[in-house]
């Protein structure tokens, strides 16, 4: 599906019919007095791709690599554009081609069918006061960015979460507690893939020639969503320390409260064993055993039998193993 829209700073945008974009051809437009067109493809058909990429000579390898699944976050230059590759907080793909005057935004959907949504970066770029590639690209990095540390902050409650429940020595072998961690830190591990090349994205579009984007209000905005970025890293990274920590606090829980398992294990057959050695001798029936016939002698087998059974009993409390 094609959309597309024409921009001019100080009137509303118009949009362009599909069959209508050539009128408006890209070395016609005056981006030096804000006119702007932006073509959005959603999930386009061949035909579609085809038809704008030879009415703004899209480079064939900027095409290829809008177009394939797993692309890595980047930003190139080629000679009549400059091509950024993007991924959302849900993974969901965005292609962006920047040239002066017209910016062309390509989303495919992944694996799971999920497609980029633009709605909001559009509302916020028709109430800028200026449309240029530069604000575009603003306001597309700034709102991909903020969803980045929405789900940063989500994550941390699931960290903070899975340390209250090791504190609380609560649910920690019941409740898929070992699961929990590891689909935690793979979806840190998962954010951090695809914000940390946003990082260099965003400086290479600070430092790139394409003189749309060479404005200072731009570099500035752009300096402040570089500055968004290494937060929500430096986030990704506390919060991998913080639940790492938290699985090796989980571990010596668990070995200690297995230690204690077996301090009391080893305390009662202590205890038992020194009653089953009194009943084991006394129980060898031989025919010429001291106390056999003794009137006495069973009584006094009981009283060893408790006596000795007390005497451990009361050793393994004091050094606290029962």
């Not at 959603?42 to 000579?57: G, K, N």
Request: aromatic share 8%; proline share 5%.
């Amino acid at each position: 599906m094609i959309e597309a829209r024409h921009y001019c700073t100080g009137t509303a945008s118009a949009v362009i019919e599909p069959e209508a974009i050539s009128d408006l051809h890209p070395a016609d437009l005056q981006p030096a007095k804000g006119e702007l067109v932006w073509v959005d493809l959603a999930d386009p058909a061949p035909a579609e791709l085809r038809m704008v990429a030879e009415e703004f000579s899209l480079h064939p390898l900027a095409l290829e690599g809008a177009l394939e699944p797993g692309e890595r976050s980047k930003h190139d230059r080629f000679p009549t554009h400059d091509f950024v590759v993007l991924y959302d907080a849900s993974r969901a793909k965005i292609a962006l081609f920047l040239a002066p005057g017209w910016v062309i935004s390509v989303r495919t959907t992944d694996a799971e069918g999920r497609l980029a949504d633009l709605a909001v970066v559009s509302r916020r770029f028709e109430e800028s006061p200026r449309h240029t590639v530069g604000w575009f690209s603003y306001h597309l990095l700034d709102e991909i960015v903020d969803g980045y540390e929405t789900q940063v902050d989500g994550l941390e409650d699931m960290v903070e979460d899975l340390e209250d429940r090791i504190m609380a020595a609560n649910g920690l072998t019941r409740g898929g507690f070992e699961q929990q961690v590891l689909d935690t830190r793979r979806e840190l591990l998962r954010l951090r893939r695809i914000a940390t090349p946003v990082r260099d994205v965003v400086q290479e579009l600070r430092r790139s020639p394409n003189e749309s984007l060479n404005d200072p209000d731009v570099d500035i905005a752009l300096a402040d969503v570089h500055d968004h970025v290494l937060r929500v890293l430096e986030q990704l990274d506390a919060q991998r320390e913080l639940l790492g920590n938290a699985f090796e606090a989980h571990l010596s829980l668990q070995a200690n409260q297995m230690n204690l398992v077996m301090k009391q294990l080893t305390s009662w057959g202590s205890i038992v064993f020194g009653a089953t050695l009194i009943a084991g001798i006394y129980g060898m029936n031989f025919s010429h055993m001291p106390e056999l016939s003794w009137y006495f002698g069973y009584p006094l087998a009981l009283g060893m039998m408790a006596a000795l059974s007390l005497v451990l009993y009361r050793v393994f409390r004091k050094r606290d193993w029962l």
